[in-house]
């Protein structure tokens, strides 16, 4: 199977840098999926006209999407070792057809923001247009982690929304940043920085970045199943921070059932982590539980609650083939995108994992439910919940 899962490109464009013509895949699964959006291009514009992508080196797209920045970068300078890198496993896939259908080079893998192993010496560019969702405690953290992580003569050009401007001016000055230029537009400000001629900073010692999962970590909450108890950590940029949605409260009865005590169980996205905690503790004993999905940010953060859950990153269920081994059941946390065809690679994907008798529960919007159960070829229908738009569905495999 390809490790590019075509099905999710819903356009295809053309974008122009440095005279050169470029083709992009793009994906409503992914940002900006109608055209390049306007950041990326104001970056591009600056970085040409500063001349600033270095003709040799490494530079690193941290956040890269479908990898406009990483591409143009790589076609710009054919001897730049280029790396790519994005939280969500669908990007990465991204920008890797990308960087194929331009006949560029450009090295690429999941991960969170600058968590990319940094080469000798350091990054000599690094570029990213940094998502304001991604919280203010996150991006200070990409801003001081940045100047750490360049080579002594390197260069940082990040784009963001304008509303953030003058806090992001206040953050670089708080790091030592020497920004070296600046470009506005009604919509995005772009920066290019460097380190200060005294290094490290006073301000932010060399050895001072903060590894995940600190600067995600937004607080504990707890909550109770039946007579169980549990105290769950939660992470900026994932919902379910502090209170449980309709999809949990959907879900929790179905959850509830001593159906779960099983020697292997699988959870898809597992969000802050929740069902997974409560799968864990359902685990028999010795049991293993498997995590997988798209967003590196969720399973990072499960992970850290349930350190001995066993991660596998990848862009799709269809995926999964040869990854786990048979898993004795699963929970499928259904997050569809318009346009984005998902109900033929899951249900092919999860009865090719699931011995019979085992439980899958699938939970998402009630529409999203209703066109799985057009199609679910394999899988026996036990018990159906329905809250507020939002649907749980527990099959068994036949």
Not at 113 to 125: C, K, Q, R
Not at 212 to 220: D, E, Q, S
Not at 232 to 258: C, H, I, M
Not at 356 to 378: Q, V
Request: some cysteine; overall charge positive; proline content about 7%.
């Amino acid at each position: 199977m390809s490790a590019f899962p075509e099905r999710a490109v819903t356009r295809t464009v053309n974008m122009k840098f440095s005279g050169t013509e470029m083709r992009f895949h793009l994906s409503h699964a992914l940002f900006s999926s109608n055209r390049i959006d306007d950041g990326t291009m104001l970056l591009l514009k600056t970085l040409a006209q500063q001349e600033a992508i270095p003709v040799q080196g490494n530079a690193l797209d941290a956040g890269c999407g479908v990898g406009p920045l990483a591409v143009a970068m790589a076609h710009h300078r054919p001897g730049l070792a280029v790396t790519a890198t994005d939280r969500l496993v669908l990007a990465v896939a991204f920008t890797a057809e990308n960087a194929r259908l331009n006949n560029v080079a450009v090295a690429v893998m999941p991960g969170l923001l600058l968590e990319t192993p940094v080469p000798g010496g350091g990054w000599d560019l690094i570029v990213s247009n940094l998502p304001a969702k991604a919280g203010e405690r996150v991006l200070r953290d990409f801003f001081c982690r940045s100047l750490q992580q360049i080579s002594p003569g390197g260069l940082v050009a990040i784009v963001l929304v304008s509303t953030l401007a003058a806090w992001a001016v206040e953050v670089l000055g708080d790091c030592g940043a020497q920004v070296v230029y600046v470009e506005e537009s009604p919509a995005y400000r772009v920066f290019h920085y460097r380190r200060p001629a005294v290094w490290p900073s006073k301000k932010v010692p060399q050895g001072a970045a903060t590894p995940f999962p600190a600067a995600y970590l937004r607080g504990t909450m707890t909550f109770a199943v039946g007579t169980k108890t549990f105290s769950q950590n939660t992470y900026f940029g994932l919902p379910n921070f502090d209170a449980l949605d309709y999809r949990w409260k959907v879900s929790e009865a179905l959850l509830a059932l001593p159906i779960w005590k099983r020697a292997s169980l699988l959870v898809w996205e597992p969000v802050q982590g929740h069902v997974a905690t409560l799968l864990a503790s359902a685990l028999a004993p010795g049991g293993t539980l498997h995590l997988a999905g798209n967003d590196v940010l969720a399973l990072r953060a499960t992970a850290c609650q349930l350190p001995e859950a066993v991660t596998h990153p990848v862009a799709g269920p269809q995926f999964l083939a040869g990854r786990l081994g048979e898993v004795q059941g699963a929970v499928f946390q259904v997050h569809s995108e318009p346009e984005v065809p998902w109900v033929d690679e899951a249900r092919t994907a999860l009865v090719d994992l699931l011995p019979a008798g085992a439980p899958l529960l699938i939970n998402g919007t009630s529409t999203d439910l209703a066109r799985f159960l057009e199609a679910h070829k394999g899988l026996r229908k036990q018990r159906d919940e329905k809250y507020r738009g939002w649907r749980a569905v527990l099959f068994q495999r036949t």
